[in-house]
């Protein structure tokens, strides 16, 4: 079974500034997709980012970037230039490719980001 | 485009009532995910809808059932509710003609039970 780890419970940064969000997983596929969800305080789960395992280059969405290291099973999210409104509870989430239809999604527990003005 | 949305918002019950939960997939999108999320945790994957039917279920007993109509849209069924099974509950979309696309969240259910 896959499993998803984020290490970091809490995480804080000063707006304008730079913050790298850290994320394992434990796999035995060789193809599979890998996201970053974010939900604020409102609680809608929203997606961030997405990588597919196959492909060498790392995701960019604006302000941020994947670093998507294969070998060692690893997932990390940079976000750029922070702004208050990044402030949320983000989720790296696995996904195992399918021969028909959407997989399930397999979460970590989540890292809680405070973005100070 | 109408997203993923989720009725109601809130809900109180007592131990042993049975509740239902209610999602509409975000237009165009034929598969639904049910997910539960307990406070601090990530989301749980209880089980996922396709064609009517139930395709996958997650580590969750036959308490949780569901059902999908002919427009796609879903209910969540808990019978005999805990304590333990006060959490947001998210519903998800996806399109299975595109298997790996991404699935999209509503604003979730938050229950309580007494």
């Known amino acids: 079974a896959q499993t998803v780890t984020q290490s970091q419970p809490e995480m804080s940064v000063q707006e304008a500034e730079t913050v790298t969000l850290s994320c394992t997983y434990d796999?035995?596929?060789?193809?599979?997709?890998l996201f970053w969800y974010k939900q604020p305080p409102s609680r809608q789960m929203i997606l961030v980012i997405r990588q597919e395992a196959y492909k060498q280059q790392n995701a960019t969405e604006n302000r941020f970037s994947v670093n998507f290291q294969k070998a060692a099973k690893s997932f990390s999210l940079k976000i750029s230039d922070s702004q208050l409104g990044d402030t949320a509870m983000y989720f790296c989430?696995?996904?195992?490719?399918?021969?028909?239809?959407?997989?399930?999604?397999?979460f970590g527990k989540g890292t809680k980001l405070t973005v100070n003005p | 485009d109408a997203g993923v949305t989720q009725s109601p918002t809130h809900l109180i019950k007592t131990r042993g009532q049975q509740v239902t939960l209610r999602c509409s997939p975000k237009s165009g999108h034929d598969t639904v995910s049910w997910y539960q999320q307990a406070l601090g945790q990530g989301p749980q994957f209880i089980f996922q809808?396709?064609?009517?039917?139930?395709?996958q279920r997650g580590n969750f007993p036959d308490r949780f059932s569901g059902h999908q109509f002919p427009n796609y849209s879903s209910e969540l069924n808990v019978n005999a509710l805990l304590l333990g099974d006060s959490a947001l509950y998210l519903c998800?979309?996806?399109?299975?003609?595109?298997?790996?696309?991404?699935?999209?969240f509503g604003p979730g259910t938050r229950l309580l039970v007494l």
């Open positions: 796999t035995s596929e060789n193809n599979y997709y």
């Open positions: 989430a696995f996904m195992k490719p399918s021969q028909g239809g959407s997989e399930k999604l397999v």
């Open positions: 809808y396709y064609e009517e039917e139930e395709r």
């Open positions: 998800a979309s996806s399109l299975v003609h595109r298997a790996q696309e991404t699935q999209y």
